[in-house]
């Protein structure tokens, strides 16, 4: 870790447009789940269909794309990751920084509002809030360091992580139930299955591929991520 990275880093994501799309889905989930509570339908099984499709199928991955490629791919595009570059800081603690940087913003942004949503539902019944929180915050380490890795090699990071995201996961993964053993957003929902007693969530990865695979893709990930930021010359060409 390098505090000055990451000052920069939580400056550039906060400080932009960017706090704005950090902000609309967690309010929209909140929103969401007062409207349950106020108009009666906060049942267990609709707590759980909202935390499951919205929180975890649609909003983590979205907020890991902004957050993970955030970090780094507008400094690789803009050239500004040069200056960065040029300071005595080795390149994989560079990466590291603006991991655990990503990470935390989707703590904040994503496993928060998911308890608190799961809270106002359920408060702590059969233990959906923290399942979910607790598989958000997990998922989101994994999409964190995928989305990074994707900014660091390919300037269609965006695109490619939209096409895995809502196309593989969303997609491909309700037809093809082989596709759902390489999907994040279900390894999340393994660790919420087996934390939350509700009959109504059932996992379609077991926990024992789930974390591992989690393990594997996030330090991986991360490991080469600062091993490509290596292949950057000071002139910002490969």
Known sequence: MNTVVAGITYRAL?????????????????????????????????????????????????????????????????????????????????????????????????????????????????????GFALGTLAAGIAYAALFLLLGVVTRHAVTIGIVYALVWESLIGNFVPGARRFSIQRWGQSIADQISDSPFLKADVALGFAIPAMLVVTVVAVALAGQRLRAFSLTGEE
């Open 14 to 130: 906060l400080g932009r447009r960017r706090i704005i799309l950090l902000l609309l889905l967690p309010l929209a989930l909140i929103g969401l789940a007062v409207l349950f509570r106020v108009f009666g339908a906060a049942d267990q099984r609709s707590a759980v269909l909202l935390l499951q499709n919205f929180a975890i199928g649609t909003m983590l991955p979205l907020l890991g794309l902004i957050a993970g490629t955030g970090v780094i791919a507008p400094e690789i595009d803009d050239g500004t990751i040069i200056h960065l570059m040029s300071k005595p800081i080795s390149r994989p603690t560079i990466v590291t920084t603006k991991f655990v940087v990503a990470t935390s913003l989707l703590a904040l942004f994503a496993a928060v509002p998911t308890y608190v949503s799961g809270w106002l539902l359920l408060r702590n019944e059969d233990g959906v809030a923290a």
